[in-house]
């Protein structure tokens, strides 16, 4: 009877042979012939990656590389410092999506699009001297650059930039543009042309604002994320002050695209309440233009009847109404005043108008 001879591994080929497994599960022959634009030159708190070639999201460390078409992501705590092959350095900040959408480089040219999808993000664009087209593009906004540091929030559809050194091109979803200077500060919000840009005055609400930006996109520098939670409120409070002013200024068009920016920004209904009514008072006083002012005022009484501005939008709605004839329409507002105002400020006119469209 013939014996079977088996074959015997040592121990050493067994061990080496899980080795080479458990280097191979962690580190995938592709990931070796990967391109490389950058890379990730500093990480904090809580950091993704999402390669172009990949459908989930992996943690993002120091030293990892970067192609076109990566993507990166932050959580609520969370910065990345990443470094591109042409010198520019690109700081995104908590809360945040960016991809590197377009990256072409050579001697005479480079051209470059980074999407910011949300977030807070710091560009400080290399310089170059042949021929340079960058692009940081958020879903309402693009700011063309060639070599620059600024800095872009965006939120819901609303955009902030502000200048740090030479001039940005800012443009909604259209070609008109504004120069974005060094100390300086534009905004948009729904693709919308930018505003004209306005002075950063030390000690004033942007002041602080672009600070806090500063540090939020800074691996490096301490942050109060309770008090970086509250820059949205604090932009859109500086935009409604300054609606007023351009409303005062009559340069009603520009106030009503301040206003917007206002309620784009932020989530709290204070906020978003005055800025609605603040609409409505421009369309009606200074625009004639009831039936938009009536949609603003609509706005606050439907979405936000426990916000302070409550009370005169719904006193506002129904004098609109009784306006344009609709007697129905503002005999419920002004009942509806009566029952939730019965000590308002405008009770006594309320009274006298019930009076007048139930007997009419």
Request: hydrophobic share 40%.
């Amino acid at each position: 009877m013939e014996t079977k001879r088996v074959a015997f591994r040592p121990a050493r080929t067994r061990r080496s042979l899980f080795f080479l497994f458990f280097f191979l599960t962690l580190f995938p022959l592709h990931s070796a012939a990967r391109s490389s634009v950058g890379s990730i030159e500093a990480a904090g708190g809580t950091t993704y990656l999402r390669p172009k070639d990949s459908a989930k999201w992996a943690v993002a460390s120091k030293g990892l590389s970067l192609d076109v078409g990566d993507r990166v992501k932050t959580g609520s705590d969370g910065r990345l410092s990443i470094s591109l092959e042409d010198g520019t350095r690109l700081n995104v900040g908590n809360d945040s999506e960016l991809e590197i959408t377009v990256f072409l480089l050579d001697k005479e040219k480079r051209s470059a699009v980074y999407t910011l999808s949300t977030g807070k993000l710091r560009a400080v664009v290399g310089r170059f001297v042949g021929s340079s087209d960058i692009k940081v593009k958020t879903p309402t906004g693009v700011a063309g650059v060639k070599g620059t540091d600024f800095i872009v929030m965006n939120r819901n559809e609303a955009n902030v930039l502000f200048g740090k050194e030479d001039n940005v091109a800012v443009s909604g979803t259209d070609t008109t543009s504004v120069v974005l200077a060094p100390g300086k500060m534009t905004e948009n919000t729904r693709g919308n042309e930018p505003i004209e840009p306005v002075d950063v005055e030390p000690g004033s609400a942007l002041e602080q604002a672009r600070g806090e930006l500063e540090a939020i996109t800074d691996v490096n520098a301490p942050v109060q994320w309770e008090e970086a939670g509250s820059l949205p409120l604090i932009l859109a409070r500086w935009n409604i002050n300054y609606g007023h002013y351009l409303a005062d200024s009559k340069r009603y068009t520009d106030a009503l695209n301040v206003f917007q920016i206002a309620i784009d920004l932020s989530e709290a209904a204070p906020v978003r309440a005055e800025a609605h009514l603040e609409r409505g008072t421009v369309f009606s006083r200074n625009l004639s233009e009831p039936g938009k002012a009536l949609q603003e005022y609509m706005a606050v009484v439907d979405k936000y009847p426990l916000a302070p501005f409550f009370e005169n939008a719904l006193f506002s709605a129904g004098m609109i109404e009784m306006d344009l004839g609709e007697k129905d329409g503002a005999l419920m507002l002004f009942k509806r005043y009566r029952q939730e105002f019965p000590e308002g400020m405008h009770r006594e006119t309320i009274e006298m108008l019930i009076n007048v469209l139930e007997t009419d």
